[in-house]
């Protein structure tokens, strides 16, 4: 890249996340000084945005890779207070199969599913870990 080449929105983008991830692993010159200053919970919340934020796109990778999709129903919601990049991470009660199972997860802010909605859910077959894979489409 030469001195007056700019880089894309979307390198620009690429770039911030792979450094925000550094930094919630507590990797690197800004991980280490972020961890020591702010401390470990701090870095660890910060891991846990990440790791949120890639859920999503790992439930539909899983998805369209052949996981098996199951539908949930919402028993109950809470807020948690916390978002990423305005999108609210809310804690869910589901109802599948006749269990119910507790699932905290970032949601779209455009499609919040509310108590007795359809949702989707993957479950990562390599570590057992069920995903929120959004609202079930009528």
Do not use: C, W
Request: glycine share 10%; charged share 20%.
């Amino acid at each position: 890249m030469g001195l007056f080449s700019r880089k894309s929105m979307q390198e620009r983008q690429q770039d911030a996340f792979a450094q925000a991830e550094k930094i919630g692993q507590g990797k690197g010159f800004a991980g280490r000084m972020t961890k020591m200053i702010m401390g470990a919970e701090f870095t660890e919340s910060i891991n846990e945005a990440i790791n949120m934020t890639h859920s999503g796109a790992t439930a539909e990778a899983l998805a369209q890779s052949g996981a098996p999709v199951r539908t949930a129903k919402v028993v109950a919601l809470a807020d948690t207070g916390q978002s990423v990049n305005d999108h609210p991470v809310v804690q869910m009660v589901l109802e599948v199969e006749g269990e119910q199972l507790q699932l905290r997860t970032l949601v779209s802010r455009l499609e919040i599913p509310r108590r007795g909605d359809s949702v989707r859910i993957v479950t990562n077959p390599e570590t057992g870990e069920v995903l929120y894979g959004g609202l079930e489409l009528p």
